[in-house]
């Protein structure tokens, strides 16, 4: 127990002697979880639409001055032909041209019928979709209103009413959706990195050899390497908390010790892989690498970005493997849903299983040999 | 050396095949208390249109907020009492959605998609009259006909991996050297400063544009994505903007004396930031303005945008000479800032 104790007395003196380190570790997380909040984001706005009207008669202007009042569209420019607009997309100044042909309205009173096109710029396919579906509709409800201007009010009988609401989170703020995971996000990266990074430099620099001939044994050189990094990223977890709380109103409907309970197991799994990934690598430069190449393929399978649930079954097996994503079920649903132990007790075990594996697997790799 | 080329290999094939905003079978509950033909059939046709799987038959409300909690259904669909009566006689009845909205996105998706499946249903009960006066809306999508998330991905992945490889290995790499302290014996030796980092910087130049070039292949042969416009061009801004990064990246070893706080400098303030700011995954133009702001001084912006034109638009120097400009203008910054900071002599 003693020997713990000088161990981790020199791994904190190490860490807080780091001059350069400690803004790193305290103060970047913040600012990553003030811009990451608000850059993460699905919705579109703000949709810069050009329109080429050929056709110049009261419908197609009634038409455009839908598109100008929904809060979606910006029109940018008006055009006689679609050349220029096509200029614009290829530019990437507009995300969508409208076109009404001439003899819009003639044909829409004559002939009942009348066509326009509506061009997308769809590189990024869910966003264009969305746009698609906002233009549509807006060219629907006119299309309802002049019908229903021409027919009357009861052409119309929908008798089925569909009303909806939306639990947790009623405003659909994305904020609120993002910030848990971006907090497991930030006490992963602690976790991996530098605990990591720690060993291996101890192993660069030669010094572990110093520390291997020692009368130190295995586990508690590892628990001395392993509890700094835990309790500085318990600490900035407790600090992103308040964050969340303050700047964001995010809430936090369940309980905040089942979260600190669950953060320090989960911990433990992150930082074994940390270390399992340490023990295998001769350079810190090799052990960045690998930490970033399993982070990423960790983090986008995550369901941080896009939901777990879309993804085809093989990409949901392998997630099984993924320690992330189960803190981050966890997180969202005990901070947004205020699930309590027994709703979270299937992805915890998870947890609890990949630390013991991890530790274990990591303890036994690594050798007090050089 | 398997890392470096498998990583971006694994990553192009995982956002290709993986990475999706469709929803496909959510699991849905419903709550009915008609228990009737007609919401037997609405019931039948939701669950035929796959997007949804129905996990759990409830009997009461109460059930609702449990069966949210454990996390284990989306959206739940309640049907009033003696619903085929009512839509018979008073011509009126009632639908309602509840949809966990703790992930907004995939909320607002399932009602939408629920809401228009009913909607259909209902314009085949009223049995379609000719409607008059139709607009047909001709829909027509530029660049990405499939709406293929991969195209949107491979561009991003490029850049950060060129931004990953040379700016965060060459930090490294030279921090290393002055960690290790074999750069004083560098610097002792007859070689000048620019010889020692142009050596140091050559072999990341090979391997980042081996890797870009890797990347374009298989986007090519696996994903059909095709390369509209000038291969040639698209080397050539790829390799302003790799010497751009490797600016970067020397600037950064020469601020950091560790490689720990190289690494840590580079994670944080370029990965991060090239991930998020760039496009890459989120649309700039949905930003708050302050944030559009700051996506400007963030040189992948500016790539991925000339990316995507020359891989999908097809579009020449013309229309990129602005992106062009201002990756030259970063990267001869990057170089003077550094010039001045680097120090022949240590500490």
Not at chain 1, 44 to 61: E, W
Request: with cysteine.
């Amino acid at each position: 127990m003693r020997t713990i104790l000088v161990i981790l007395r020199k791994e904190f003196i190490q860490v807080f002697r780091n001059k350069g380190m400690l803004p790193i570790i305290f103060a970047l997380p913040m600012v990553q979880l003030l811009i990451l909040a608000f850059a993460v984001t699905f919705e579109i706005k703000n949709i810069n639409l050009d329109v080429v009207d050929q056709d110049n008669s009261p419908v197609s202007r009634e038409l455009i001055s839908k598109f100008q009042g929904s809060p979606f569209f910006n029109i940018r420019n008006f055009y006689a032909d679609y050349d220029q607009a096509s200029n614009d997309l290829k530019s990437g100044r507009a995300h969508q041209v409208l076109i009404i042909p001439q003899h819009f309205e003639r044909d829409i009173y004559k002939e009942n019928k009348a066509k326009l096109q509506l061009i997308t710029n769809a590189i990024d396919g869910s966003a264009a979709a969305l746009m698609n579906a906002y233009g549509l509709s807006i060219i629907r409800d006119y299309n309802k209103d002049l019908i229903i201007e021409k027919m009357g009010d009861n052409f119309f009988t929908e008798p089925i009413t569909i009303s909806y609401s939306y639990w947790f989170n009623p405003e659909l703020n994305y904020i609120t959706y993002m910030v848990p995971g971006i907090l497991v996000l930030l006490v992963t990266m602690i976790g991996i990195f530098l605990s990591g990074m720690n060993v291996v430099r101890e192993k660069e620099i030669g010094t572990i050899e110093q520390i291997n001939v020692s009368p130190i044994k295995k586990y508690q050189f590892i628990t001395g390497k392993l509890l700094p990094f835990w309790f500085i990223a318990l600490f900035e977890l407790a600090f992103g908390l308040v964050f969340a709380r303050i700047i964001f109103h995010i809430p936090l409907l369940g309980s905040v010790w089942l979260i600190f309970g669950v953060a320090a197991v989960y911990l433990l799994a992150v930082m074994g892989i940390g270390l399992f990934l340490a023990t295998v690598s001769n350079t810190q430069q090799q052990s960045m690498f690998l930490s970033w190449f399993f982070m990423v393929i960790f983090i986008l399978m995550s369901g941080l970005f896009t939901p777990v649930e879309n993804m085809p079954a093989w990409a949901q097996h392998l997630n099984t493997l993924n320690p992330i994503a189960y803190f981050i079920r966890i997180m969202r649903m005990i901070m947004l849903k205020g699930s309590g132990f027994r709703d979270i007790l299937e992805p915890f075990a998870a947890i609890i299983v990949y630390a013991l594996s991890m530790l274990s697997l990591s303890v036994w790799r690594y050798k007090k040999v050089a | 050396m398997i890392i470096l080329f498998g990583m971006p290999l694994v990553q192009v094939l995982l956002f290709g095949f993986a990475i999706s905003n469709d929803v496909k079978d959510a699991n849905i509950a419903i709550l009915d208390h008609a228990k009737d033909n007609v919401s037997r059939e609405i019931t039948q046709k939701l669950l035929s249109s796959g997007y949804f799987k129905l996990v759990k038959d409830l009997s009461s409300e109460n059930d609702i907020g449990k069966c949210f909690r454990s996390g284990k259904v989306k959206e739940v669909i309640i049907f009033e009492n003696i619903f085929a009566r009512n839509l018979d006689k008073e011509k009126k009845v009632n639908i309602q959605l509840i949809a966990d909205a703790s992930d907004p996105n995939t909320a607002n998706l399932l009602v939408n998609y629920t809401t228009s499946i009913i909607s259909d249903y209902q314009r085949e009960l009223i049995q379609d009259k000719q409607l008059p006066l139709q607009i047909e809306p001709e829909i027509k999508l530029l660049y990405n006909p499939g709406l293929k998330s991969v195209f949107m991905f491979v561009p991003g992945i490029i850049t950060v991996l060129l931004m990953l490889i040379s700016a965060m290995m060459t930090s490294i790499s030279i921090a290393r050297e002055k960690e290790l302290g074999t750069m004083e014996v560098l610097l002792v030796s007859p070689l000048r400063p620019i010889q020692i980092v142009v050596g140091k910087v050559i072999p990341y130049v090979i391997l980042a544009f081996t890797d870009a070039l890797t990347i374009l292949l298989l986007g090519y042969f696996v994903f059909g994505m095709p390369v509209q416009g000038s291969l040639l061009l698209l080397l050539a801004e790829s390799l302003i903007f790799i010497l751009m990064a490797l600016s970067l990246g020397i600037l950064i070893s020469t601020v950091s004396d560790s490689q720990q706080m190289a690494m840590m400098l580079s994670m944080f303030a370029l990965m991060l930031p090239t991930i998020l700011l760039s496009g890459f995954i989120f649309p700039i133009e949905n930003m708050p303005v302050v944030l559009q702001w700051l996506s400007n001084i963030m040189p992948p912006k500016w790539f991925i945008i000339i990316v995507k034109a020359i891989m999908l638009k097809g579009v020449g120097l013309a229309y990129i000479w602005k992106e062009t400009l201002i990756i030259s203008g970063m990267c001869l910054l990057f170089i003077a800032l550094s010039v001045r900071k680097f120090k022949i002599r240590l500490q």
